[in-house]
């Protein structure tokens, strides 16, 4: 039992390895799966907005390069109409002042920088807002855009889904910043992190995408499949062995057996072939020996006679050799154990035995439960059972695999009781039915023949009888009658 | 060569029956037969010097047949033995002969069978005992013979003439031709081809030179 125990720990052990390590690996590819998407969505949402900003560098030398006079059409304030993200456009000739406004002195000085620096200067951003100016100094007039970072998203070709997607995507200078997509940020095990400047040296804002992963996301389902399978094949496995284990027994049991039974039938052989071959050694010597003296010239009678009675003699004992034998083979425990059994108990028994051989066939039993108390000798009654059902066990095998049934009952008849076995197997063949108790008669490929003749014996000496007919299930019926006990027949 | 005896069979077997009755087969052909119930006793008093053969039973209480007949080979007895068994197997056929049996039959055995191998047991036995008695008369002649008698043999049956043994030994030819005439009287042979097959072997064996 504690081997037992211990041996399938094992099993559960190896079952707990096997699961954790595959759910690691495929947790540790999944994990690296989402980190690659992570980075490919945040290079595309870099080289999108990139380009994005990029354009207004272009708008600005655009404006700068044409110049339009300023008390001419001004084309320049059609552009809010043609792009949203630009919220308007504002202009500074060389001999005006920057319009009024909230922003002139941030504008003055961006204009300032970027006569310096010759590319166009961020200012006033207000990136919590998605709001800034892009100034470009020139000659003769200098000009502003004030952007709309929310209008700016290039949504059509955004990688992700903005309400469902995980990641949060801001656009950040400093400490201040403005969210592109809130993602679900929370905290989790797993942190995946991008971070990447605008491609656009005027217009220096950080890219950064972050994202956390929980546990949620773990792929589980393939995990609990993969440890499921391990389960599965683990207990294949141990099934396997268990089976091969159970035949190697099975064969040994056998081999044992037989060679218990060829020993005994061999030691059986010697001593027989020994007890009959001295008498008949003496009743041919004998023989010979009194034709030899008749053969002589005068002819021994009174000598030949002699032998002739000696070798009679021997033949007798040749005779009681076999009879001795013949009684000890017929009559192997005297008919003083008789006793009440309950009849029922002994099939509940039987059956209980034979259970692995009935759930292998497939076999359906009808069991009675009628109490019949018969004066039997328990073990050759168990022993009559027992091989009325494997018998019948046997026969079904040649049933189809749905039809397979077998019944026992009981009941009592007069002062008898009795118990039926019947299957629906092919039954036997009406021209073997007075021969199937003969010893030495077997309609089973291989069978020695011995079982029934042996049960039909048994029951014999209990005073009861066996007798084998064709069934109402198909089959074949074998009824043992016993006398009920004292008292219990009523 | 002593008085000829008659053969004795010797029947070992522990059952009555058997024993009555092939001891009567037996004496049909007009063998005596010695019947003997116990192996043991067999072994004990059994006539050594007689001449005959043993029929024994394989299967017996106390020591079994094999073991008896290993005894008595052992002992360096001559009888053959003839063996009986009830239940015969390759096996057992087959230790039999190599303990030395001169036959192995199986019961119930055919008086044929049975007589001719009692038969024949007891020509070998007594063809056998007749080469030994030889032997033994022609030994005690041989011890008879003086040194240079023996040395004259040793060169005959080599195939030395008169003339040359004369000149080995350096004596006359008249001596060697007298030492010749002795060797024939004493040996009790009438022809050279009788001395020559009789005494060889143990001119050889004295070693003369």
Redesign the interface.
Known sequence: MEHGWRSRGAWWLAWALLTAAGGVWLARAELARLHEDFDTDGRIVHRLLSQQVVQYDAVLATLALLAPAADGPRPEQRLPAINPAILSVVRHDRDRPWPDGPHAEALTQAEARSRTLRRAEVAAPDLPQGRYLLVLAAEPTSFALAIDLAATIPWRDWPMDPRQSPVRVRVEQGDRAYTVQPGRFADGPWTFAFRKTLAAQSQPFDVVAERTVGWIELPWARIAGWSIAVGLALAALQAWLRQRAARRRAEELLRLGQAARLNTLGEL??GL??E???????????A??AR??LD?QPPEID?ARD?MT??A??AR?AAEVVGRLRRLVDQPRGPADLQPVALQEVVHGALYLLEPERQRRGVAVHEADATVTVQADPVALEQIVHNLLVNALQALEAAPADGRRLAVETGRDGANGWLAVDDSGPGIPPEALPRVFEPFFSTREGGLGLGLSLCESLAGQMGGTLSAGRSAMGGARFELRLPLAAGAAA | MNAPQSPVIHLVDD?E??R???A??I???GLRVQPWAQPQAFLDHFDRHAVGAVVMDV?MPGIGGLAVLQQLVAQGVDLPVIM?T??GTVEMCRRAFKAGAAEFLE?????EQ?LEAVQQAVRQHVASRERQQADQTARERFAQLSEREREVLGHIARGLTNKEIARVLALSPRTVETHRANLFAKLGCESLVQLIRRYAALAEEAGTP
């Open positions: 052989g010697a072939a020994h009959l071959n001295q008498p008949l050694t003496a009743v041919l010597a004998n010979q020996a030899r003296l002589d000598a032998a000696q070798a003699a021997q004992r | 059952d029956a058997v009555d009755s092939l009567l087969l004496g049909t052909i299967r009986l009830g239940h019961k119930p055995v055919d008086d049975l």
